[in-house]
């Protein structure tokens, strides 16, 4: 698990990386006013990714000259909680630690399906339009989830009626997809 | 005051208010959403509203969430999001030993009453509020949103380094697109679609709702059972409540100090408040088993830190949490700069927020008393039909700001992006800040660097801004030196 952990945090770090070397290469042709800032930004993103990256690589050594020890809430709630009062708390404003993945969930398809089903709905709209291609993605994922009937029609019919509401509610003229231009 | 008032006094609004409070409170009850889906999904719908329309209805879903998840915390062991947590510590236990009505009443009037007062406190302190945000110049704000993201990353879990990155990484992204201080294109590929860069309110969708979806999806069912039917003396709530004013007071202001701390919102508050609980009673064991103090002490402070997160936000555009966060960007898509804009320009629709939060308080004591008992059931729904129609509504809500294709592509890449940032501990709130106050941050140097003949000019131009230029970098190089110097200590 701790070796999955960082298999992502070591492929998040180069994903950031990669992008801030190129920003930080492409800015330094802009003008100087409008280098300044990428330039600024993009190098502290360099030296603190790359400070990461090594942390992650070799962790014996760089651990030692990083101080993590600053989380205050993760004191605050060591200080006040017993295992008991953990059973329960999901996590929201994005808080949530790794504890919270187990080797199950991290193996766990459901994600993986919501993120296909997700680029799958928007690969819909193109061609299909918000009308058609919500209630088709709302359908797929109510089957996939053996969702009852009446929940299946009634996800399908709000996610038909949702961009109605909301297009005639804003009064935004929403895609209605090139098969129906 | 009297303006604020009369922004009030419309029964559309008044209608809005409800809706959005209502709204909120199902969607706090509901483990895993909170209030911060419910904002964010607003978000893009009330773009085209009149600002203190659109910004008075967050406002009223922020507090419906945080009280709607202490229903579920206090009934069911579930709370809707980690503010709640320290509820179920001793709510839960009370509704186990037939107390449910009690832990209730004490809950919903201690939650409404210490919301209430706080909020009362933030208008008569706006005026002051007005005079300290004018000491500031432009280079002030800049180095705050520096400072801002600095002290998030130290209240987020995970390491400093990751949170100041993360948080700097999110200014970048927002130099992509037409540069318009100095009209140039940047990192645009010569794409329409990116000439006005990448939308703020896609990436906070992003990873407020596609990430919390996906979030939501690893645990596929419902987290709460069914509830019975309830028993306890609503009467000898209110006396308990009435017995302890002492620590209800003192809980509230904790919570509304810890409120501004940027990043850390209500949990921390609630945390806080109720280890203070814990360690000046005179029976300490007999918290976690249904102490009445230790709710009181949790709830007092859990809506006490909303007003004392929103304080920070509006006068200098730092979050206390991550549904100020989206606040901040709403109060900005709306044309008000946080600082002396807001303060000033604005000040009646800042009071309307903080009347709002009186109004919904006592909402709270009233509906605590009559329907809440009923709203647990809330926590039972699957969460296979939620998820469905929050990525509907994300997606339609965010194709509707600008008709933009970048920002449906914006959706996906950033919504996995922030769930692997979330799962190794990257702060997603510092990364928020980074992306909302990105542009302003350079708008405020620029200015400022024109002004200044060097920067030695520009760090010396008051009081206040060279104390926090090295307060920054205090901050931004203490997690190395602190490493460097444990390191040296140990050899």
């Not at chain 1, 193996?107 to 709209?125: K, R």
């Not at chain 2, 004490?106 to 007062?117: D, E, M, P, Q, Y």
Request: proline content about 4%.
């Amino acid at each position: 698990m701790r070796k999955e952990r960082l298999d992502s945090e070591l492929g998040l770090l180069m994903f950031i990386f990669l992008i801030s070397s190129y920003m930080f290469v492409d800015a330094i042709a802009f003008p100087s006013e409008a280098a300044f800032f990428p330039l600024l930004t993009s190098s502290i993103v360099l030296v603190f990714t790359s400070i990461l990256i090594l942390s992650n690589i070799f962790p014996e050594y760089f651990e030692s000259y990083i101080d993590n020890t600053s989380s205050l809430t993760v004191s605050t709630e060591t200080q006040t909680t017993n295992s008991d009062h953990q059973e329960n708390i999901p996590d929201n404003e994005s808080t949530f630690n790794q504890e919270q993945f187990s080797v199950s969930e991290l193996y766990n398809s459901n994600p993986i399906f919501l993120v296909l089903a997700t680029i799958g709905y928007s690969g819909l709209i193109y061609p299909l339009g918000f009308y058609i291609a919500s209630p088709i993605f709302a359908f797929v994922y109510g089957v996939k989830y053996h969702l009852s009937r009446g929940q299946l029609i009634a996800i399908t019919c709000l996610a038909f009626i949702l961009p109605y509401i909301i297009g005639t509610y804003l009064g935004v003229n929403l895609w209605t997809g090139v098969m129906f231009e | 005051m009297i303006e604020a008032i009369n922004l009030l006094l419309d029964v559309n609004l008044l209608v809005i208010i409800l809706v959005g409070f209502f709204a909120g409170l199902v969607l706090g009850a509901i483990p895993g959403l909170g209030s911060i889906v419910g904002v964010a999904i607003a978000v893009p719908l009330t773009i085209f509203f009149e600002p203190h329309y659109a910004l008075l209805l967050l406002v009223a879903i922020y507090e419906g969430g945080v009280y709607g998840s202490s229903i579920t915390a206090i009934l069911m062991n579930v709370p809707g999001n980690v503010g709640a947590a320290a509820t179920t510590f001793d709510g839960y236990p009370m509704t186990r030993s037939g107390k449910a009505v009690d832990a209730i009443t004490i809950g919903g009037i201690a939650s409404g009453l210490g919301g209430a007062l706080m909020a009362v406190s933030a208008i008569l302190l706006v005026p002051l509020f007005s005079q300290i945000v004018l000491m500031f110049h432009l280079v002030d704000y800049f180095l705050i949103a520096f400072l801002g993201i600095t002290l998030i990353a130290r209240i987020s879990e995970g390491s400093l380094l990751k949170g100041i990155m993360i948080g700097i990484f999110g200014f970048l992204i927002t130099t992509i697109g037409m540069a318009e201080t100095v009209g140039y294109q940047r990192y645009t590929f010569d794409s329409i679609l990116l000439f006005d860069g990448l939308n703020y309110i896609a990436i906070l969708l992003a990873l407020f709702a596609i990430t919390e979806m996906i979030k939501l999806s690893l645990g596929q069912e419902s987290i709460a059972e069914e509830i019975g039917s309830l028993s306890g003396n609503r009467r000898r709530g209110f006396r308990t409540l009435a017995e302890d004013k002492i620590l209800f007071i003192k809980s509230t202001l904790i919570g509304a100090g810890a409120g501004l701390v940027p990043g850390s919102g209500p949990a921390l508050g609630s945390f806080l408040s109720y280890s203070e609980a814990v360690r000046s009673a005179s029976d300490p064991d007999s918290f976690g088993e249904g102490n009445p103090k230790g709710l009181i002490a949790a709830e007092s402070a859990n809506t006490s830190a909303i007003v004392g997160a929103l304080i920070p936000t509006i006068t200098f555009g730092v979050p206390g949490s991550g549904v100020t966060a989206v606040i901040l960007a709403a109060l900005i898509s709306h044309g008000i700069t946080p600082g002396p804009v807001a303060l000033t320009e604005h000040r009646s629709i800042i009071i309307a927020f903080f009347l709002v939060l009186i109004f919904t308080s006592f909402l709270i004591v009233i509906l605590s008393q009559t329907v809440v008992p009923h709203l647990g059931r809330i926590a039972t729904i699957d969460v296979n039909v939620i998820i469905p129609m929050v990525i509907v509504a994300t997606f339609i809500g965010t194709y509707s700001i600008r008709t933009n294709w970048i920002d449906l592509i914006t959706l996906i890449i950033f919504g996995i992006l922030g769930f692997y940032m979330v799962k190794n501990d990257f702060s997603i709130i510092a990364f928020v800040l980074g992306v909302v106050l990105g542009p302003i941050v350079e708008t405020y140097y620029l200015r400022s660097i024109t002004l200044s003949d060097n920067v030695f000019q520009l760090l010396t131009q008051g009081p206040v801004t060279p104390i926090l230029f090295l307060v920054v970098l205090f901050f931004l190089f203490e997690p190395l030196i602190r490493g460097l110097y444990n390191t040296m200590g140990t050899r």
